[in-house]
């Protein structure tokens, strides 16, 4: 194991993409094998000092900031141990990137389908935070292609969990031969979610620790399943000339139940107009795109551009102005227009000293409409003060809403709208956030949703696996 103490080195352990500043540690350790995490983690458990877990740095809360104690790096824990192509599942080591496992599986004609933006992430942070991205839409989050996960306990000790092992009881209990663990009393919204602890009746013993951000455990070994590759897709940005088009078009795609469309993405003016740089032929007029992705198969090979254009036509946009993806080169080029969209905000938080602010809500699909014309009237108000980008997956009603103020002293404001954008999910019955997880900047957002009792509830959670309040320190909730 490597252990660096020098400031120089840590430094750019105290980053990520949240902007937040203000970290510290006095030692960076970077481990090569369970043991070494095993003893580590017991030594500090014994002497009371914090650990906090880094992985890709690509997080937006501030999960892996550390304020004290030590860093535990996942950097060298990146092997992909086996690719199983008849059983179609994947063993990794949480320290692999999602560029690393995709291209590892597409050899053997397979895909993991989560789609989380940034491919540079590592599928241990993916997990902790139940990541998800634009093809949730069609398969899921994280969670939902999870096999098994081996966990390294504060205490040293290593568990290795598959699924329908342990399920939680009538009671709301998990009753293990090393503690009795009563759940919390909240109810989750149905919906992609990565906001506090997993909980859900009769739920599996092995999804407490998906989503739990790096406070319960470390997790070395994740067994992926996968499917097979998609035979081929077609891809199109298509541009409109207001925003009640685009979204118009995708609710009246959605209503057909397409079964083979695996993502909408919507992109705002002001998202077309920050990318107008890099990407000078967006059309001028836009005021909203939609880019969606199609699986192409028999079914619907002879049909699916014929079906497009109709209803594009519908909501005032055509195929003649798209950008389509029908080879591979127009699909990568497409793929790194939306995935630009990112950096640009964090680049842009960056230029204007600010931590982000953003919204990772999601809503019912029956109150989408709802609360994107509650964004739309209160940032309308606030335009003079406030920057705005709206922009992430309708398909799943997921709108990431980025507000930066122009001016120091308008930076109160942009956070009370933030809040008010929280309270306004939580009565629609939405969730605070749907796949970046809460960390260290988001704190107020979980108690909106779930109130006091709810956090207390789940720090009673983790002082059955974390009495010593060691790990991931301050992340999802204040210990």
């Not at 568990?159 to 989750?188: C, E, G, H, V, W």
């Not at 992926?224 to 940005?237: C, K, M």
């Not at 929280?422 to 109130?451: D, F, N, R, W």
Request: aromatic share 10%.
């Amino acid at each position: 194991m490597l252990n660096k103490t020098d400031p120089s080195i840590i430094q750019s352990y105290l980053e990520d993409s949240s902007n937040l500043t203000g970290g510290s540690s006095d030692e960076l350790v970077i481990p090569e094998n369970d043991q070494e995490i095993s003893k580590f983690f017991s030594d500090c458990n014994s002497n009371n000092v914090p650990i906090t877990m880094h992985g890709g740095g690509t997080g937006t809360t501030g999960g892996s900031i550390p304020f004290g104690g030590k860093i535990l790096s996942t950097e060298k824990l990146n092997k992909i141990i086996n690719v199983d192509k008849a059983g179609m599942f994947a063993v990794v080591e949480p320290g692999a990137t999602l560029a690393e496992i995709e291209l590892a599986v597409k050899k053997v004609g397979l895909l993991y389908p989560p789609d989380p933006t940034e491919k540079n992430a590592t599928i241990g942070g993916n997990v902790a935070t139940n990541a998800s991205g634009g093809r949730c839409f069609r398969f899921g989050s994280t969670r939902d292609w999870i096999r098994r996960l081996k966990i390294i306990l504060p205490n040293g000790n290593i568990l290795n969990l598959k699924r329908k092992l342990i399920t939680l009881d009538r009671k709301n209990q998990f009753d293990l031969p090393f503690a009795n663990i009563t759940m919390p009393s909240y109810k989750m919204p149905s919906i992609k979610n990565s906001a506090g602890y997993f909980n859900a009746p009769g739920m599996d013993f092995l999804d407490l620790f998906i989503g739990s951000e790096g406070t319960l455990c470390l997790i070395s070994e994740i067994e992926l399943a996968l499917r097979p590759a998609l035979a081929e897709t077609f891809d199109l940005v298509t541009f409109f000339p207001a925003e009640k088009n685009a979204v118009d078009f995708v609710l009246e795609s959605k209503r057909q139940k397409d079964g083979l469309i695996n993502f909408y993405e919507f992109f705002d003016e002001n998202t077309l107009q920050m990318l107008k740089k890099s990407y000078p032929h967006i059309p001028d007029n836009a005021k909203a795109a939609i880019y969606v992705e199609q699986e192409v198969n028999e079914s619907n090979a002879k049909t699916y551009l014929d079906n497009w254009g109709q209803l594009l036509e519908k909501y005032n946009a055509s195929l003649d102005n798209c950008w389509l993806g029908t080879d591979a080169k127009q699909k990568e080029d497409l793929s790194k227009f939306r995935h630009a969209i990112p950096e640009h905000i964090n680049e842009m938080f960056k230029q204007y000293h600010q931590v982000k602010l953003a919204t990772d809500i999601a809503v019912p699909e029956d109150k989408f409409i709802e609360i994107f014309n509650f964004y739309v009237s209160e940032l309308r108000t606030h335009d003079s003060q406030l920057y705005s980008i709206k922009f992430g997956h309708i398909g799943d009603n997921h709108l990431h809403v980025n507000l930066i103020a122009k001016k120091e002293e308008d930076l109160p404001l942009a956070k009370e709208l933030i809040m008010r954008f929280v309270k306004k999910a939580v009565e629609l019955g939405g969730t605070v956030s749907a796949e970046h997880g809460i960390g260290k900047i988001k704190h107020q957002y979980l108690k909106e949703m779930y109130g006091e009792n709810g956090i207390k509830e789940m720090i009673n959670v983790k002082k059955v696996f974390d009495p010593n309040l060691i790990l991931g320190r301050n992340n999802i909730f204040t210990v």
